[in-house]
């Protein structure tokens, strides 16, 4: 499992998805789930960095997994999500911000693949590691594959790690093509 892990914490680092020591990324199986270990470097993750922890309730080594080990609770509590990712992208966080100034509770993409693919992706609020966030986050996907929690990143949910990685790549692009093109329309001066 941790091999399955590592690879896609390499695949987060190289896309620029996270900086080597942030984001995290899970795997449920049956009552459990893997998850990353707080602090862990994602391009380097080795079998210790992953622990095994209930789904159902807090245990010991909740101690020293990822401080966001109560959101992937709650998410795989409440989805139907067998594997979860939370990066920091950048452009998901820009997007988070400029959005919520302009009184919005959602990303809308404006690619056709994003469009297609995610439809909407909600904006969540809650501090890092709180029951708060981890309630909103799973409120929000249990119908949307991805959220982005406001200037903090992503978490993308799928039925295996792969799906997830591809969420969350599909967030980055599509908040990176609304990013780019809102600058063109300003430049141009367009409405």
């Not at 100034?101 to 909600?122: M, N």
Request: net charge negative; charged share 25%.
């Amino acid at each position: 499992m941790w091999q399955e892990i590592s690879k896609f914490g390499k695949k987060l680092v190289e896309q620029g998805l996270v900086s080597s020591h942030f984001g995290n990324i899970s795997v449920r199986v049956g009552e459990y789930m893997y998850i990353t270990r707080s602090g862990s470097m994602l391009d380097e993750i080795t079998k210790d960095d992953v622990v095994r922890v209930s789904i159902y309730e807090p245990t010991s080594l909740d101690l020293i997994a990822s401080s966001e080990v109560t959101a992937h609770r709650e998410i795989y509590k409440n989805t139907s999500a067998l594997a979860i990712i939370h990066d920091h992208s950048p452009f998901a966080v820009i997007e988070s911000l400029i959005h919520r100034e302009q009184g919005k509770e959602r990303i809308v993409p404006i690619d056709s693949e994003g469009s297609y693919f995610l439809h909407d992706i909600p904006i969540v609020e809650g501090g890092i590691g709180t029951e708060k966030l981890a309630n909103n986050l799973a409120r929000a996907l249990e119908e949307r594959k991805a959220a982005v929690v406001y200037s903090h990143g992503v978490f993308a949910r799928g039925s295996i790690l792969e799906e997830a990685f591809v969420v969350a790549s599909m967030v980055e692009h599509s908040c990176k093509m609304m990013y780019y093109f809102d600058i063109w329309k300003d430049m141009n001066k367009l409405p």
